[in-house]
């Protein structure tokens, strides 16, 4: 079993700790040659392939004369290549190919609940997205050929109106980079940018994710639904007479404000709403089940000579005793929190460590087996 860990820095002479104090959220760092012998992990063929399945995300995006067109997938073709500024964008390509995984886990320098997706672009020569900015950091590795980006720290991020996709008004650059295969460029929230390829190119993004407020607000008042009990009925015993019966009195809206004031929300309730929101599986995520799953006891002898593998689509998160896993939580004893969280750390977990494993851990195991969220280990 390989150790999926980020075993050697992306970030060429800084290290991890320096890029958190210095870059991370701050100011654009420009690594060259941070992935010095790059292969790119799919072709331009399997690229275009994957944008013509339903359950990935795609975008074309076409600009002619500072116009673009853009269209969303899935593609069953796309323009020639010999036709110059067209861009393909693909979402996710990570829960999909195993390379792509392995290239993300690399930036597990940043805690996996802050980590997105890696989405490939592929662009003819001309080819962007135009200038614009992104909500979220993002490092933009340079897989395949050239590309030219432009970048300003501006702040005036007014957009044209009526673009059918984010085009700054006012674009204005203060640096400009050639990047060339296995150079990155590291982008905080905000920061203009715009990337032209210099010819065919294929650029990765590794974006971040970063909920917001109102976004976790309504996500944690629909958990808190499911999670409230409040006893009892309105009633007025007091109630006195009125010659305004449309009136909504006092009396009744301080009861009532009374009553709903009971609503608390502890730690523990904020930790599974939050281990659970960040686990949860995008709306296009599908889990592929074994054609023929073994049955518990071969499952559990297998995964024993084997060691298992979180599944590319799955999420797992832990804090304390709380585990989560593609938006469903438990709470486990210390004990059996060990493994679990060995798993959620190293997306595996190797055949000596799940023989020690409890019944209970192994039941969990086999369901998430069956599920498709886990997988018996193939390269060992
Ligand atoms: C691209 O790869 O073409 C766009 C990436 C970005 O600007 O965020
Ligand atoms: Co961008």
Redesign the pocket.
Known sequence: MKNTSAAINVLGDISPAQFLKEYWQKKPLLIRAAFPDLKPVLSAKKLFAMAKRDDVESRLICAFDQHWDMSNGPFSALPDTSKDEWTLLVQGVNLHDKAADSLLRRFNFIPNARLDDLMISYATNGGG?GA???SYD?F?LQAHGRRRWRIGAQKDLSLIEGMPLKILRRFVPEQEFELEPGDMLY?PPHYA?E?VAIGECMTY?IGFRAPSFQELGEAFLNFMVDTIELAGRFSDPDLKLTKHPAELSASMLSKVQDQLEQIKFTHSDMTIFLGEYLTEPKASVFFDSPKKPFAPMRFKSEACKKGLVLSLKTQMLYKGGHIFINGESFVVSAADGIPLKKLADERAILPETLRACSDDVFEAFCIWYEDGWLELCDNN
Do not use: A, P
Request: aromatic share 10%; proline share 0%.
């Open positions: 997205v614009h900015f992104d993002v933009l982008l940018h990337g993004s």
